[in-house]
């Protein structure tokens, strides 16, 4: 887990090194990571949902899997999995809708207060700040916002998803499997469960801030637009 962890974090340094040269885009890639490391962290509690899954009763190999699959009738992994997707969508238009960086100047330049800019021209940073800001993306405040209420939207529908879907399948159930007609009443539970509730509560978590954040940003761009 920790060689992961080293590897994820150079990679991100990498990616962020890449990805820097556009302005206000620090929170969300932070944003990004955090919902990341979430996702990580939930995801061992759950690695072995198969095999915490007990009943109180012997069944044969086939109703056990029958039972299981009416038990986890919704696809969590792949939800968890297509919301990072769907979240990372709205960050990428923020980003290409972002202004990008200028080059810093040289440090002894900018004690100067000059910039070279042609062999032998000599100008002052006041007359290439304009140039420096018209070269800029234009801006667009209503798709910016348009971008933040995508990302709101993304983080309530994965809320409701985690505590309305997936919270009830932590809790004890009698087994209807429809493939075992004879069953007998086996009730079913899983193991664990503290430590599932735990990971849940850790993901409802995150995806609030995240949502907290897109409906301020959202905010703050209405209010300047």
């Known amino acids: 887990m920790a060689a992961s962890l080293a ?19 620090g929170l969300w890639y932070g944003l990004l990571g955090l919902r990341f490391v979430g996702l990580l962290m939930a995801g061992r509690p759950w690695s072995q949902d198969e095999s915490d899954f007990v009943c109180n009763a012997t069944l044969s ?11 986890f009738a919704f696809p969590m992994d792949a939800a968890w999995d297509f919301s990072y997707l769907l979240a990372l ?7 290409f809708l972002s202004p ?29 700040q304009p140039t420096i800001q018209a070269s800029g993306p ?49 009730n079913c ?7 599932k509730v735990t990971s849940l509560a850790i993901l409802g978590l995150v995806s609030s801030i995240n949502l907290m954040a897109a409906l301020v940003f959202v905010g703050v761009a209405c209010l300047s637009g």
């Open 61 to 71: 190999p086939y109703c056990s899997a029958a039972c299981f699959e009416a038990h």
């Open 7 to 25: 590897g994820l974090v150079r990679l991100a340094s990498v990616l962020l090194s890449t990805l820097s040269s556009h302005k206000g885009m």
């Open 89 to 95: 969508l709205p960050v990428a238009c923020l980003y």
């Open 138 to 186: 234009r801006r667009r405040p209503w798709l910016a916002v348009a971008c933040g209420l995508s990302l709101a939207v993304v983080e309530v529908t994965f809320l409701t998803v985690v505590f309305r879907l997936q919270l009830p399948q932590i809790r004890p159930r009698i087994c209807l499997a429809s493939r075992c007609p004879s069953l007998p009443v086996v």
């Open 100 to 128: 990008a960086s200028p080059e810093a100047p040289s440090p002894d330049n900018q004690a100067l207060g000059l910039v070279r800019g042609h062999p032998g021209d000599i100008v002052s940073q006041e007359a290439v």
């Open 189 to 195: 539970l899983v193991r664990n469960m503290a430590q």
